[in-house]
T-cell receptor, first 112, second 117 residues
Framework: DAGITQSPRHKVTETGTPVTLRCHQTENHRYMYWYRQDPGHGLRLIHYSYGVKDTDKGEVSDGYSVSRSKTEDFLLTLESATSSQTSVYFC???????????FGSGTRLTVV | AQKITQTQPGMFVQEKEAVTLDCTYDTSDPSYGLFWYKQPSSGEMIFLIYQGSYDQQNATEGRYSLNFQKARKSANLVISASQLGDSAMYFCAMREGRGTSYDKVIFGPGTSLSVIP
């Protein structure tokens, strides 16, 4: 009954290929976020969205783009994957002021 | 510049003892929120506790409490009566820009907690 799901859960891709990760929510929340998690860095914000077609960059946005054509879907695209983009990617949605974010289960991406 | 600092990469605590995980933050936004998340080895992110910058009292949720010292810009997590299931990574996070187009949460690097039987 998760309100937010990510796909795929695991992916291996080759350097130089484009990759799209999908985040889908069923809660009609306005705000959605993409993070990457790497050892020693915690979670770093890549891009976020504050509404349909309203997106902005986070702290590590180079090499990534996003799209949000409808409330429930937030797509993250690696335009030309590099080995430095090997990471675990988390999508999140904002539940409310005092409830933090609800996270998806994560996508483990390996770029070879 | 690092906005969330967690100076303890790893911590050990004896089962049933209390433990404090440190977090300091930096912001110029007068309205902000502080969070703690737990990430067990299974990988999911679990929300634990929230403290708003205008809240007068420290937040508590069961065995978790947040020691909020606004002037020092610290938001330490206290876990009482540690259990083996508390072994996990713990992330401190801060939210700025509430309700604006830049409403976002940033995370610290995390502290790995190991509970010893």
């Amino acid at each position: 009954d998760a309100g937010i799901t990510q796909s795929p859960r695991h992916k291996v891709t080759e350097t130089g290929t484009p990759v799209t990760l999908r985040c889908h929510q069923t809660e009609n929340h306005r705000y959605m976020y993409w993070y990457r998690q790497d050892p020693g860095h915690g979670l770093r914000l890549i891009h976020y969205s504050y509404g349909v077609k309203d997106t902005d960059k986070g702290e590590v946005s180079d090499g990534y783009s996003v799209s949000r054509s409808k409330t429930e879907d937030f797509l993250l695209t690696l335009e030309s994957a590099t080995s430095s983009q090997t990471s675990v990617y988390f999508c999140a949605m904002k539940e409310g002021v005092a409830y933090g974010y609800t996270f998806g289960s994560g996508t483990r991406l390996t770029v070879v | 510049a690092q906005k969330i600092t967690q100076t303890q990469p790893g911590m050990f605590v004896q089962e049933k003892e209390a433990v404090t995980l440190d977090c300091t933050y930096d912001t110029s936004d007068p309205s902000y929120g502080l969070f703690w998340y737990k990430q067990p080895s299974s990988g999911e992110m679990i929300f634990l506790i929230y403290q708003g910058s205008y809240d007068q009292q420290n937040a508590t949720e069961g065995r978790y409490s947040l020691n909020f010292q606004k002037a020092r810009k610290s938001a330490n997590l206290v876990i009482s009566a540690s259990q083996l299931g508390d072994s996990a990574m713990y992330f401190c996070a801060m939210r700025e820009g509430r309700g604006t187009s830049y409403d976002k949460v940033i995370f610290g690097p995390g502290t790995s907690l190991s509970v010893i039987p």
